[in-house]
Protein backbone atom coordinates (compact mmCIF):
# COMPACT_ATOMS: atom_id res chain seq x y z
CA UNK A 1 0.00 0.00 0.00
CA UNK A 2 1.41 3.62 -0.61
CA UNK A 3 2.14 5.72 2.54
CA UNK A 4 -0.55 8.16 0.84
CA UNK A 5 -3.15 5.55 1.16
CA UNK A 6 -2.13 4.43 4.77
CA UNK A 7 -2.07 7.70 5.97
CA UNK A 8 -5.90 8.18 4.25
CA UNK A 9 -6.47 4.42 5.94
CA UNK A 10 -5.24 5.45 9.32
CA UNK A 11 -6.88 9.05 9.73
CA UNK A 12 -10.17 7.28 8.63
CA UNK A 13 -9.99 4.84 11.34
CA UNK A 14 -9.92 7.27 13.91
CA UNK A 15 -13.17 9.60 12.24
CA UNK A 16 -14.30 5.91 12.83
CA UNK A 17 -13.82 5.14 16.19
CA UNK A 18 -11.66 2.60 15.23
CA UNK A 19 -9.14 3.52 17.41
CA UNK A 20 -7.38 -0.31 18.50
CA UNK A 21 -6.86 -0.49 14.58
CA UNK A 22 -5.82 2.92 13.91
CA UNK A 23 -3.00 2.24 16.59
CA UNK A 24 -1.92 -0.78 14.70
CA UNK A 25 -0.65 1.79 11.88
CA UNK A 26 1.74 3.03 14.57
CA UNK A 27 4.76 1.88 15.37
CA UNK A 28 6.27 2.36 19.53
CA UNK A 29 8.01 5.03 20.51
CA UNK A 30 5.71 7.26 17.67
CA UNK A 31 5.28 10.74 18.34
CA UNK A 32 2.33 13.32 18.00
CA UNK A 33 4.35 16.93 17.70
CA UNK A 34 2.88 20.63 17.42
CA UNK A 35 -0.89 19.97 17.62
CA UNK A 36 -0.48 18.90 21.24
CA UNK A 37 1.83 21.52 23.80
CA UNK A 38 3.78 18.89 24.34
CA UNK A 39 4.52 15.53 22.34
CA UNK A 40 2.54 12.43 22.53
CA UNK A 41 3.05 8.81 22.37
CA UNK A 42 1.10 6.53 20.86
CA UNK A 43 -1.37 5.05 24.05
CA UNK A 44 -1.64 9.16 25.06
CA UNK A 45 -3.09 10.68 21.98
CA UNK A 46 -5.30 7.26 21.14
CA UNK A 47 -6.91 7.92 24.36
CA UNK A 48 -7.50 11.44 23.82
CA UNK A 49 -8.71 10.61 20.54
CA UNK A 50 -11.23 8.33 21.73
CA UNK A 51 -12.55 10.98 24.71
CA UNK A 52 -12.37 13.95 22.18
CA UNK A 53 -14.11 11.99 19.48
CA UNK A 54 -17.46 10.30 22.16
CA UNK A 55 -18.06 14.36 22.86
CA UNK A 56 -17.33 15.49 19.08
CA UNK A 57 -18.71 11.99 17.10
CA UNK A 58 -18.74 14.15 13.99
CA UNK A 59 -14.96 15.10 14.33
CA UNK A 60 -13.38 15.03 11.00
CA UNK A 61 -9.18 15.22 10.74
CA UNK A 62 -10.53 17.07 6.80
CA UNK A 63 -6.82 15.65 5.56
CA UNK A 64 -6.31 16.93 1.79
CA UNK A 65 -3.66 18.06 -0.48
CA UNK A 66 -1.62 14.77 0.28
CA UNK A 67 2.19 14.01 -1.32
CA UNK A 68 4.30 11.72 -0.79
CA UNK A 69 8.39 11.84 -1.01
CA UNK A 70 10.88 9.02 0.21
CA UNK A 71 9.01 7.99 4.07
CA UNK A 72 7.24 11.48 4.27
CA UNK A 73 3.67 12.06 3.60
CA UNK A 74 3.02 15.96 3.52
CA UNK A 75 -0.62 17.28 3.42
CA UNK A 76 -3.32 19.99 5.37
CA UNK A 77 -5.54 19.21 8.24
CA UNK A 78 -8.10 21.33 9.17
CA UNK A 79 -9.66 19.54 12.44
CA UNK A 80 -13.77 20.11 12.57
CA UNK A 81 -16.47 18.89 14.64
CA UNK A 82 -19.74 19.93 17.19
CA UNK A 83 -19.59 19.31 21.15
CA UNK A 84 -23.00 17.35 21.56
CA UNK A 85 -21.98 14.69 24.19
CA UNK A 86 -20.65 14.60 27.59
CA UNK A 87 -16.63 14.55 26.71
CA UNK A 88 -14.98 12.21 29.74
CA UNK A 89 -11.70 14.20 30.96
CA UNK A 90 -7.77 12.81 29.76
CA UNK A 91 -7.04 13.50 33.50
CA UNK A 92 -8.04 10.77 36.13
CA UNK A 93 -10.37 11.72 38.69
CA UNK A 94 -11.37 14.80 37.08
CA UNK A 95 -15.24 14.97 35.89
CA UNK A 96 -16.47 14.87 31.98
CA UNK A 97 -17.21 18.05 30.57
CA UNK A 98 -20.67 18.89 29.88
CA UNK A 99 -21.61 19.52 25.84
CA UNK A 100 -21.69 23.09 24.52
CA UNK A 101 -23.52 22.47 21.27
CA UNK A 102 -20.66 24.63 19.82
CA UNK A 103 -19.08 23.92 16.12
CA UNK A 104 -15.63 24.39 15.82
CA UNK A 105 -13.80 24.08 12.81
CA UNK A 106 -9.33 24.79 12.82
CA UNK A 107 -7.51 26.75 10.67
CA UNK A 108 -5.96 24.60 8.27
CA UNK A 109 -2.47 23.56 9.30
CA UNK A 110 0.26 21.97 7.05
CA UNK A 111 1.66 18.14 8.70
CA UNK A 112 4.08 15.74 7.68
CA UNK A 113 3.85 11.86 8.64
CA UNK A 114 6.95 10.26 8.59
CA UNK A 115 7.31 6.46 8.36
CA UNK A 116 9.91 3.75 9.33
CA UNK A 117 9.04 1.17 6.84
CA UNK A 118 4.93 0.89 6.42
CA UNK A 119 4.50 1.89 9.64
CA UNK A 120 4.01 5.61 11.38
CA UNK A 121 6.64 7.00 13.79
CA UNK A 122 5.77 10.70 13.50
CA UNK A 123 3.14 12.71 12.93
CA UNK A 124 4.18 16.76 12.80
CA UNK A 125 1.69 19.91 13.04
CA UNK A 126 1.92 23.32 12.14
CA UNK A 127 1.68 25.30 15.03
CA UNK A 128 -0.75 27.79 14.29
CA UNK A 129 -2.97 30.35 16.59
CA UNK A 130 -6.08 28.82 17.10
CA UNK A 131 -4.57 25.77 15.90
CA UNK A 132 -3.96 22.28 17.33
CA UNK A 133 -6.03 20.26 20.26
CA UNK A 134 -5.81 23.62 22.63
CA UNK A 135 -7.08 25.48 20.04
CA UNK A 136 -9.50 23.49 18.80
CA UNK A 137 -10.82 22.47 22.40
CA UNK A 138 -11.14 26.02 23.48
CA UNK A 139 -13.43 26.71 20.24
CA UNK A 140 -15.63 24.32 21.80
CA UNK A 141 -15.14 25.86 25.09
CA UNK A 142 -14.10 22.25 26.51
CA UNK A 143 -10.39 23.92 26.94
CA UNK A 144 -10.32 22.57 30.81
CA UNK A 145 -9.74 19.08 28.66
CA UNK A 146 -6.52 20.49 27.71
CA UNK A 147 -3.92 19.79 30.11
CA UNK A 148 -4.25 19.83 34.15
Request: aromatic share 10%.
Amino acid sequence: MEKIEIVKKFYGLMEQGNFEEAKSYLLPGFQLLGAPQQPMGKEEWMDFQEKLCIGVPDFKFNIRDLSERGNLVNGVIQASGTFTHEMPSIYAGKPAIPPTNKKAMNPKENFTVTFKGDKIIMVTVERLTNGGMHGFLKQLGAEALTYA
